[in-house]
């Protein structure tokens, strides 16, 4: 255990040095700024938190360096703040310097407080959370980590975590991150084949996974599951699986019963020093492609970003409970259900369930009996949720609430306004964040900006510290002022962005640095209102939004042609009351195949399941004749999506069209829907 610990970030020194601070007495107004951040005391000058955001993207070097160098345990410290040209999409921070993740995550904070809670798991049965100190924690991950090891897992080996939130699914992630494997959490509503295919783009041997899992009160086979991929998947050398039930599941000689090994393993493991920019994981997402991109993070530069994003967003006290409710399958759950909240000493849920089991007040009987004081959810579950009234959310006690987030999509104001006013009682900030997979942490947000900034309903408003955004115009001109509308890109690095796609780092760099240079290009669209914020428009890409989950229309295309009765296929999103986005197929069918509608859309919907997951099923399937091409043979979407959204007198310029008779016919099919949808 040598190499632990410099614990800067919760240091008693630091705390007295802000203390004395306090005392000096300055007289700026209500806004104390090192009382809000310590570090600022380094910064001579800077009073205020527009202050504080000016230093960070003009002088990034200093802010970072200080905030890395103060907020972090470092082994060794770093010699170089970033060292970043976007033209390459080279992108390093802290080099030189050497940590530990999980030790930031855990070691630290047992030293403070060992019998702090670090985890609550809200398991789906209701009612039967399980609550987990710093010092069991450690227990858990060190006993894994040396089961890893003892398996054959080396620094650098990717491991795949397909399991739903679970202590022993952190647990997990941080033994990764102790002996240094990158971990590739895959959400564990992927299917099968969606699972294969990331085990095989990360070449990786090992799986992590549960025996069964619970659902809504619904078992799931995750096992089953793993046993379909791993046969796809020849590099799998061992599958760990942990026991989510009782129920026994047939082992094979590679399956190893995770708990039972950990049980003969020390409950110590050395952490490994690791390099600031040594991978720390990878996490999949959708692209314009059909092939899901392994989005690569590393370690010191991630977890600094997460953690100050979890503090200055939320506003995030010592003792306060975090509630974040996305499946750590997602970006989302590494950065705001464990990275960023155990960083910082905090308390994390763990949520297992859904927002309707066992009824459409789960979410607020749970804010009530975990007197959780910060709550992150996804616009899709406040549109679900409203539907069903208020008297799910006002018979339980909700005044522990401080903040409440949303993420993932563009909130709708009514949505916006019921959390506000219903959930929040009118009394906590809504604050609509926006990021991305590849952004690692928060970007614009209305806070910070101090406890009494405006925020404006159903906007993200403000850069973070550190984030400059800049608006684009099609010809990749920078659009100055206010009241603009363009492409969405951030002109300067930052220590959480991505680092590169894994094993395609040409993709990485056309991906994100060719349509601006030297910018990063989010893909969104946004406006910048007339006051100077910021609000996401939505996409730009091929890429669809279905609650809150990123899909490529070319994955679904690609899923619907392997049904052996499809010539072939367009997908566009549409509009969704519920789920914000959903898809829209468009089908051609092989010459001379005979098959009813039902019976097609039932197969389609299953194929979708079948080789992606189940939410990426589509919503609407139409036989034509024809899809509408322009000469050169390119599918015209945007025709197809004025089609859908029945505005037809808008589908623009046809000149480069193929054939109009093909765009008259899909007319007519659609208006033979909508009529039917009306009857029914
Ligand atoms: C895409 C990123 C970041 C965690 C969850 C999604 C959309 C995200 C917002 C928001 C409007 C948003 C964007 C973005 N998005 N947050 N507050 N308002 N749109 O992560 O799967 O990487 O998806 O989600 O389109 O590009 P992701």
């Not at 070097?61 to 170089?80: D, N, Q, S, V």
């Not at 369930?353 to 007040?361: E, K, L």
């Not at 607020?364 to 008297?391: M, Q, S």
Request: charged fraction near 25%; aromatic fraction near 8%.
């Amino acid at each position: 255990m040598s190499l632990l610990l410099r614990p800067a970030f919760a240091s008693p020194q630091l705390h007295l040095r802000v203390a004395a601070k306090l005392h000096s007495a300055r007289s700026c107004s209500t806004f104390n700024v090192t009382g809000y951040m310590p570090e600022a005391a380094a910064f001579p000058g800077v009073r205020d938190y527009p202050g504080l955001r000016d230093l960070s993207v003009q002088h990034p070097e200093r802010f970072w360096g200080i905030l890395g160098r103060e907020r972090l345990a470092w082994i060794t410290p770093f010699h170089t703040v970033s060292d970043c040209d976007l033209t390459q999409g080279r992108v390093r921070w802290f080099e030189g310097g050497q940590l530990n993740v999980s030790v930031n995550c855990i070691d630290r904070h047992v030293h403070m407080s060992p019998d702090k809670v670090a985890l609550i798991w809200e398991r789906d049965e209701p009612g039967a959370h399980v609550k987990i100190t710093y010092r069991q924690l450690l227990e858990v991950t060190c006993r894994l980590a040396n089961t890893l090891k003892r398996q054959g897992v080396r620094k650098g080996d990717r491991v795949v975590i397909y399991m739903p939130a679970s202590p022993i699914a952190v647990a997990s992630m941080l033994a990764c991150a102790r002996i240094g494997a990158v971990h590739t959490v895959v959400f564990a509503g992927f299917s099968a084949e969606a699972l294969a295919n990331r085990i095989q783009d990360a070449q990786s041997e090992t799986v992590i996974t549960t025996n069964q899992a619970l659902r809504g009160g619904r078992v799931i086979e995750l096992k089953k599951t793993v046993d379909q991929a791993v046969k796809l998947c020849p590099s799998i050398k061992r599958v760990l699986i942990a026991m989510r039930t009782e129920n026994k599941v047939p082992m094979s000689n590679i399956d190893i019963p995770l708990e039972e090994e950990m049980m003969k393993e020390e409950a110590v493991c050395d952490p490994v020093a690791m390099e600031s920019e040594d991978m720390l994981f990878l996490l999949y997402t959708s692209g314009s492609t059909g092939k899901p991109k392994g989005v690569v993070h590393t370690q010191a530069g991630y977890l600094l970003y997460t953690s100050l994003t979890h503090k200055y967003v939320f506003d995030y006290h010592d003792g306060d409970v975090f509630g974040c409710v996305a499946d750590i399958g997602w970006i989302t759950g590494h950065s705001y259900v464990v990275y960023g909240p155990l960083c910082n000493g905090g308390t994390t849920v763990l949520f297992e369930s859904t927002p309707v089991y066992p009824n459409p007040g789960r979410y607020w009987e749970t804010v009530e009996r975990l007197k959780i004081n910060h709550f992150y959810c996804a616009p899709t579950a406040i549109r679900l949720l409203l539907k069903y009234g208020d008297t799910w959310v006002k018979s339980h006690d909700r005044s522990s609430l401080k903040t409440l987030g949303t993420v993932g999509e563009p909130i709708n104001s009514e949505a916006w306004n019921w959390y506000y006013k219903v959930v929040g009682d009118g009394r906590c900030p809504v604050l609509d964040t926006w990021w991305q997979t590849e952004t690692g942490g928060i970007c614009i947000s209305p806070h910070p900006a101090g406890r009494d900034a405006k925020i404006v309903p159903a906007m993200a408003m403000r850069p973070f510290f550190g984030i400059d955004p800049v608006l684009v115009d099609d010809q990749g001109r920078r659009l100055e002022g206010n009241k603009v509308s363009g492409s969405l890109c951030i002109a300067k690095p930052w220590p959480g962005m991505a680092r590169t796609i894994y094993n395609d780092h040409d993709r990485f760099v056309d991906t994100y640095f060719k349509a601006y240079p030297n910018h990063f290009f989010t893909g969104d669209g946004a406006h910048r209102s007339e006051e100077g914020y910021y609000q996401i428009i939505g996409r730009l890409d091929d890429v669809i939004n279905i609650s809150g989950h990123r899909l490529g229309t070319a994955e679904i295309e690609g899923a619907v042609n392997q049904h052996q009765v499809v010539a072939e296929s367009a997908a566009i999103g549409c509009a969704h009351e519920v789920k914000g986005e959903g898809s829209y197929v468009f089908i051609v069918l092989k010459d001379g195949i005979n098959i009813s509608e039902d019976t097609i859309d039932k197969e389609l919907k299953d194929i979708v399941s079948q080789k992606i997951a189940k939410y990426a099923a589509p919503d609407h399937i139409q036989i034509v004749k024809r899809l509408p091409k322009t000469r050169s043979g390119k599918i015209m979407r945007r025709v197809l999506r004025k089609i859908v959204e029945n505005k037809i007198d808008e589908l623009g310029d046809l000149t480069t069209l193929d054939d109009h008779v093909a765009v008259e016919e899909i007319v007519a099919g659609r208006e033979k829907i909508l009529e039917k949808e009306a009857k029914n």
